[in-house]
């Protein structure tokens, strides 16, 4: 079975490629029968590369070894598939990165190809070159538009179009939308990235889209923040962000008819993989019943333990009873942060 490609573009740079890309591969290679690779096409700013280099201890040195990489692919105008292109497992989705080393620096006349059909010619090279063993094959192209862009677009299935919600940001969606779509007839998506005001699932709503519309993906301060850190995926686990981008993915999933549906990951309160994996066979329903239940016990076992006259005597001395309170809400605050830190 021949893979699914599918391009992420955007107008204007940093709307949220890379990061989608990624997360959307790691969602998709957890998925039975859905091996999927990303591949870094966007060799000068080099994002997704950017995020091995975090992952594998900042060792400026990525592949090691007699491989290539998407740059020496393009700079060599490869016309004809190859055995030892560059592919590193990443979690659970593989990746061909950009360049060898990270701060490698790359002479542009050399590497961006000068017109549309060698653009096409090289890159077709470079996904046969991966084989059949793929699902998916997730293309992170820059941003903006050139021949490469263009080229990624027609081997695809469909391109998706991250932009914010600012006027800038569509206006040059929109540019590059028709410019895509007067190159061929690949159908181009969009996808709303960055929304603020979305707290919940109950605030996506389920009005009327354009058919071209996947959806809108929440604005998190936290995944901004831990993007390229050791906490990161701890931090997309649970997230209302990779709740959105799964709902997104189904979205497209029954438009293209494509045989992969995501399961809908559960939004955790706590937002913690491993405290998540420890309440994860727990359903809503359960939780709150924990709750109370625990509560309950402390209040049980506590009565057991201390006897009705300490009880009585809290209540001649509020003070202390109120200390008590501040306490338990201290220790309860303290385990919370501790979990989240972690
Ligand atoms: N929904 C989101 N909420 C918060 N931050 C986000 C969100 N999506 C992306 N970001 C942040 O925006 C920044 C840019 O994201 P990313 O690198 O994925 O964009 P890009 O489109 O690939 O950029 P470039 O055009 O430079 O390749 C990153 O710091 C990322 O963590
Ligand atoms: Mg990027």
């Known amino acids: 079975m021949s893979p699914t490609i ?16 990624c997360v959307l591969a790691d969602m998709l290679g957890n998925a ?20 091995l280099y975090f992952h594998q201890d900042e060792k400026l040195e990525i592949t090691g070894g007699d491989v290539v990489t998407v740059a020496h692919f393009f700079a060599k105008k490869q016309a004809v598939p190859i055995s030892n292109l560059a592919v590193l497992k990443y979690r659970s989705f593989d990746v061909v990165p950009a360049v060898d080393r990270i701060d490698e620096r790359l002479n542009f006349d050399d590497i961006g190809p000068n017109t549309q059909e060698e653009a096409r010619r090289i890159l077709s090279s470079l996904i046969r070159s991966l084989g059949n063993q793929y699902s998916y094959i997730i293309l992170d192209s820059r ?36 410019q ?6 690949v159908p181009v998506f969009r996808l709303v990235n960055k929304v603020r005001g979305i707290r919940s699932v109950t605030d996506f709503r389920s009005g009327s889209q354009s ?22 995926w701890d931090t997309v686990a649970g997230s209302l962000y990779r709740w959105a981008l799964a709902k997104s993915w189904n979205v497209l999933s029954a438009k293209l008819q494509l045989k992969t549906e995501l399961q809908m990951p559960r939004v955790s309160p706590v937002v913690d993989e491993r405290a998540e994996s420890i309440l994860g066979f727990l359903g809503t ?37 109120a200390s008590i309170a501040i ?16």
């Open 32 to 51: 039975a029968d859905s091996r999927t690779v990303v591949v870094d096409l966007d060799f000068f700013v080099r994002g997704l590369t950017s995020l």
């Open 327 to 342: 306490g338990i809400a201290g220790i309860t605050l303290a385990t919370f942060a501790s979990f989240k830190k972690r």
């Open 285 to 321: 329903k359960e939780r709150v019943l924990f709750a109370y239940g625990a509560l309950l016990g402390v209040l049980g076992i506590g009565y057991g333990f201390v006897g009705r006259e300490v009880l009585l005597a809290l209540r001649e001395d509020p003070t202390r009873a």
């Open 6 to 21: 599918l391009n992420v573009v955007s107008g204007k740079g940093g709307t949220g490629k890379t990061l989608l890309a």
């Open 143 to 178: 941003a903006g538009y050139d021949e490469l862009v263009s080229a990624a677009h027609e081997l695809s299935r469909a391109s998706i179009c991250v932009e914010e919600q600012d006027p800038i940001s569509r206006i040059t969606s929109e540019n590059l939308i028709s």
């Open 211 to 232: 058919v071209t519309d996947l959806g809108l993906i929440p604005f998190d301060m936290d995944i901004l923040s831990s993007f390229g850190m050791h906490s990161f």
């Open 180 to 185: 895509l779509s007067a190159d061929s007839r």
